[in-house]
């Protein structure tokens, strides 16, 4: 083998490999504006659906026909702002602020019916005692 067919060998090679990873990148695309397309729809059909079942115009058993089709759920995401008051009792050391004590539990962790709750928040406002 000379080093003419070798060099020939590799940018048949090199060419080979270019095309394939501009084909690699044109199907991504596609798979990624199909992917897209497809959400939209299942947006779409969703929004739809919970209107017509809230307004009555289909059934429930209709809507959750469309709803297992489509592959989305009967359920709607609302924020609701919600104001909870605790009342705490703590233990403070002679080195300690209870404000600190406060400010470091985790108020976000919720351990009632979380797969109802997609997003929850909190602040202190204020530490009476």
């Known amino acids: 083998m000379t080093t003419e067919f070798m060099e020939t060998q ?4 090199n060419a080979r490999i270019q095309q394939l990873e501009e084909h690699i990148q044109r199907i991504t695309q596609r ?18 659906t919970m ?3 809230e307004s009555e115009d289909i059934s429930t058993a209709q809507a959750e026909a469309i709803a297992d089709i489509c592959g989305f ?7 609701v702002e919600v104001t909870v008051q605790y009342s705490i009792t703590v233990n403070v050391g002679p080195n300690e602020d209870v404000q600190d004590i406060i400010h470091d539990i985790d108020f976000d962790t919720v351990s009632y019916n979380d797969d109802k709750i997609t997003w929850l928040s909190s602040s202190v406002d204020s530490v009476d005692f």
């Open 51 to 53: 209107g017509e079942l």
């Open 10 to 13: 590799i940018n048949e090679k």
């Open 73 to 79: 759920e009967l359920t709607k995401e609302v924020e």
């Open 31 to 48: 798979d990624y504006t199909t992917a897209g397309t497809l959400q939209a729809m299942r947006d779409g059909m969703h929004e739809w």
